[in-house]
């Protein structure tokens, strides 16, 4: 073989590489919960299922990190209930938008809405976009911080609007343990 042909050929192996990685979005920041109806959702060293490849369990309402979207049933997800990534099936995975949502005691607790004019969106992605509204709020209104991974949008759940979504951190606050007080008879 020639060098030139060589070259060709590692030119156009290197190609098929690089683009087949197009193929694996980068979704850091993206968040989902793992939704069940019995057992458990395994955590994998590779994307496939095997009883041997198994590094831990998730059950229904543990939130997982989207690192990587690919191709076929598994995605690479970082769990931080378990301290570890890996593969799941995505089918078993929820952005979680619904009415079926009880705050949890393990969240990060009760915030309340803040801001000067308008309302607060509530969203069924971490992105403004009037798109993917869900809900509005408005100062005074309550909401149960759920996961605080991504750095702009958190996923809560909105009391006014009786479902989760994404807000925009910077427009809600850390309420004191009175505030919360009061805000959780409103909820009874």
Request: proline fraction near 3%; glycine fraction near 8%; aromatic fraction near 14%.
């Amino acid at each position: 073989m020639k060098k030139t042909e060589k070259a060709w050929i590692w030119g156009a192996v290197i190609t098929f590489l690089i683009l087949r990685s197009v193929i694996y979005v980068n979704a850091a920041d993206v968040t989902y919960r793992v939704e069940v109806e019995s057992g458990y959702l395994a955590l994998r060293s590779e994307p496939h299922y095997d009883s041997r490849n198994e590094i831990g369990q998730l059950h229904s309402g543990d939130i997982v990190t989207v690192d990587r979207y690919e191709e076929g049933d598994y995605w690479w997800v970082s769990a931080q209930k378990l301290n570890k990534s890996g593969y799941v099936n995505k089918n078993y995975l929820s952005t979680g938008i619904g009415t079926d949502f009880i705050p949890s005691p393990l969240g990060y607790g009760c915030y309340g809405v803040r801001i000067e004019t308008g309302y607060l969106a509530l969203r069924n992605f971490p992105e403004n976009d009037p798109e993917n509204e869900i809900g509005k709020m408005h100062n005074g209104d309550t909401v149960d911080v759920i996961d605080t991974t991504n750095t702009r949008y958190w996923w809560v759940y909105s009391y006014a609007n009786e479902m989760e979504g994404f807000v925009n951190k910077d427009c809600i606050y850390k309420m004191s343990v009175s505030e919360e007080g009061s805000a959780s008879k409103h909820h009874q």
